[in-house]
């Protein structure tokens, strides 16, 4: 009797409670393929912080532009060659 037991066990593990895991975690992966509302609404976010720091450097550039062209000419005591890159 207990080794029929045993046998049962396995053959109910093998048939039955295997398959049922791979199914479960075959659906848990399928539903993790779109976005959840939350990673929507993150992805929102980001999305509008990111076009407000490209407003904000484009204003930065125009005043930087705008400063630029309102000065006589590069300083004399500055040496800007160390920055540049070739």
């Not at 075959?26 to 939350?38: G, S």
Request: without cysteine.
């Amino acid at each position: 009797m207990p080794e029929e037991f045993f046998i049962l066990a396995v053959l109910g593990i093998i048939f039955i409670g295997f398959p049922a895991t791979i199914f479960h975690y075959i659906t848990m992966w399928r539903k993790q393929k779109t976005l959840q509302p939350d990673d929507e609404r993150m992805l929102e976010d980001l999305w509008r912080s990111a076009r407000a720091m490209e407003r904000r450097i484009e204003s930065l550039e125009s005043i930087i532009d705008g400063e630029g062209a309102r000065s006589d000419g590069p300083d004399p005591n500055l040496r800007d060659d160390v920055y540049r890159k070739n």
